[in-house]
């Protein structure tokens, strides 16, 4: 079992390169990019199960001696999360299929690498290989941004590479300084020393802010909401699931090991997520398209997912996780239900959308399920998560972070509510009843070749790929309500998990085993 | 100490650089960065006490292992150079110059307006 732990690295950059080398094939490009997910998925659920009870499993790459070696590990929090942001890639992927954002060449070699390396970051017991996931993922992230290759793609383009290569700059300058100070990179060796030693303490820091642009916490979160709008609605989508996420995850992990939950910091990371939840939301206020008012919402949602690290109790990191893995697929789901949105009519601004919920109604179902669950209405996933760590919040006397929490809910239902009310309810608007698409869709125009013009603009989508476009999303909106009903299951998960990470003894034992 | 000085000379100049807003300028200000930061690794690794890697034994030979973290991290950063100045490239065939934020970048006509908000346009429903 534990050997396998290399597996959701390993399929990912091997389907990536036999998908460059079968770059004119597509349907095999396909085959590969979704057997290597799939195979992530069955490798996911086996390691929930072989995880359960605080255990955990690791695997040492190559044969070298103990210490020196590379270690992959995964515990009930790892292999949770990479069960969902597998499953949620897939959709996402079926999704860029169906729209045919997955008809340029290196759109499915590029989302398998960017696969591999948030795999391999949640996987990964060793902070030097930590950094290299992060760089595996966001230079596929990088070029994956730019793909469509407009000039506002490239404006964006150019604000996203710039500061994720500066926080990168700095996580392997904080990673240096750590190494400096206390000579090993392994999670193992490392435990609780930012916690003990201060110059360990400062180093682990400089990760920490490196990790937090990553996460887009605030004040550190204006280049999401300008860069994830240009890129093709499936990456839009595909990051959402992925990249921020992943940030959060690494956070949780260097509070549990590094920190070992140290109480020192616990106001200021409150304090920073307060900060992230009513900055983001008030952010969406001001915006009037649909992926713009869900990108800040993304920024907003960051601030739930970092409060449990201000908590550090039991029920706090139980809801947290719980939070987590729902809103990963929840998030992805908007994205999904808002580019099939931009799909079908060509635009996501609200002001040119409206009566949708006459034309496609499906559709209405697939936006407004995770919409609630977002803004955490019974019976959805997201009321079991935001109640769980609203009620930690309270227990553990922080009754403003609490108040906080619920305020910005309604904040979030209000924006939820403006875009249901522009784009699917009131009366149908002539760019709805004739939807047209944007042509040949979301391909990049090669340097110098003449731009498709308004004559290439098809006819309506043919029901088929409508269909296509609408089924990710609804899927996940059952998904969520489905989960919403029966939660007893994955707060059980999440408790084993969070408590393997409280006292993270039997991960550093497996990881310094290996 | 002189590795300080190193690190600190290179990280000044790269960040200078990567606040003017040409591409070219921003892609050689993350290529200092990227020195500096491979200096902070060679020193981390205690470059003022210790021999090559390898070659003595014992404890006055260098640790290895900062070394294989500065090699990873300046194929990784040659990667992201070398993209950086492609969307130089692309960004002067778009635009006539490398500068994506300066003169109003003229509308994109060729790909829906995600975030045009054509207010006057058709007033919001039921607002």
């Known amino acids: 079992m534990s050997t396998l732990l290399v597996l959701p690295f390993a399929l990912p950059l091997l389907a990536a390169a036999l998908s460059v080398l079968w770059r004119h094939h597509r349907q095999a490009q396909r085959t590969v990019s979704y057997a290597a997910l799939l195979t992530t998925i069955v490798l996911g659920a086996r390691l929930i199960g072989a995880t359960r009870d605080g255990e955990a499993v690791a695997t040492a790459i190559g044969a070298w001696p103990r210490g020196l070696s590379i270690v992959f590990a995964a515990d009930g929090f790892a292999a949770l999360l990479l069960t969902t942001t597998a499953t949620v890639s897939l959709l996402a992927l079926a999704f860029a299929a169906a729209r045919g954002e997955d008809r340029h060449p290196l759109f499915l070699p590029l989302a398998d690498v960017l696969l591999a390396g948030v795999f391999a970051a949640l996987l990964t017991a060793d902070l030097f290989n930590l950094f290299v996931a992060y760089e595996i993922m966001l230079i596929a992230s990088y070029v994956l941004l730019a793909l469509r290759g407009g000039r506002r793609q490239l404006r964006a383009g150019v604000i996203y590479v710039a500061v994720n290569l500066l926080a990168s700059t700095a996580l392997l300058i904080g990673i240096g300084l750590l190494y400096g100070v206390t000579g090993t990179v392994n999670l193992a060796a490392l435990h609780g020393v930012a916690a003990t030693d201060p110059a360990a303490t400062l180093a682990t820091g400089v990760v920490l802010v490196a990790v937090g642009v990553k996460a887009s916490l605030v004040p550190m979160h204006g280049w999401l909401p300008r860069a994830y709008v240009e890129a093709g609605p499936a990456v839009t989508a595909l990051f959402s699931g992925l990249l921020t996420k992943v940030g959060v995850a690494t956070l949780v992990r260097l509070t549990s090991v590094l920190f070992d939950g140290d109480p020192t910091w616990q106001p200021a990371l409150l304090a920073i997520a307060a900060a992230t939840m009513v900055v983001g939301v008030l952010g969406a206020i001001g915006r009037g398209d649909m992926r713009g008012i869900l990108a800040f919402h993304m920024v907003s949602q960051v601030g739930y997912l970092v409060l449990p690290l201000g908590l550090w109790t039991h029920a706090a990191l139980t809801a947290g996780i719980v939070y987590l893995v729902q809103y990963i697929a929840v998030k992805g789901a908007l994205f999904l239900a808002a580019g099939a949105v931009e799909t079908l009519t060509g635009t996501g601004a609200l002001a040119r959308l409206g009566g949708m919920i006459h034309t496609r109604p499906m559709l209405a179902l697939g936006f407004g399920l995770p919409a609630l669950a977002l803004a955490g209405v019974p019976p959805t996933s997201g009321f079991v998560g935001k109640l769980l760590l609203i009620d930690a919040a309270f227990d553990a006397g922080h009754l403003l972070i609490g108040a906080t929490a619920v305020a910005v809910s309604f904040f979030t239902l209000l924006s939820m509510v403006k875009i249901f009310n522009g784009v699917f309810w009131g009366e149908t608007t002539e760019l709805v009843r004739h939807e047209r698409t944007e042509g040949p869709l979301g391909l990049a125009v090669p340097a110098g070749v003449a731009r498709p013009t308004s004559s290439l603009l098809a006819d309506r989508v043919e029901p088929r790929r409508a269909a296509q476009l609408i089924a990710p999303s609804v899927l996940v909106g059952v998904a969520v309500v489905v989960l919403g009903m029966g939660a007893a299951g994955l707060i059980e998960l999440a408790g084993e998990a969070a408590a393997a990470l409280l006292d993270p003894t039997r991960y550093l034992e497996v990881v310094s085993a290996a | ?127």
């Open chain 2, 1 to 127: 100490m002189s590795s300080a000085l190193i690190v600190g000379v290179l990280a000044a100049g790269g960040t200078y650089l990567i606040l003017q807003r040409g591409i070219v300028r921003i892609a050689l200000g993350f290529t200092l960065l990227g020195h500096a930061a491979t200096a902070l690794l060679m020193a981390a690794g205690g470059t003022a006490t210790r021999g090559v890697p390898f070659a003595g034994s014992g404890a006055e030979a260098a640790d290895p292992l900062p070394q294989a973290f500065a090699l990873t991290a300046i194929v990784i950063s040659f990667g992201i150079t070398a993209f950086l100045l492609t969307l130089a490239f692309r960004s002067r065939d778009a635009i006539g110059h490398d500068d994506v934020e300066d003169r109003r970048v003229p509308e994109d006509r060729s790909f829906p307006a995600h975030y045009d908000l054509h207010v006057g346009e058709r007033e919001f429903p039921h607002s």
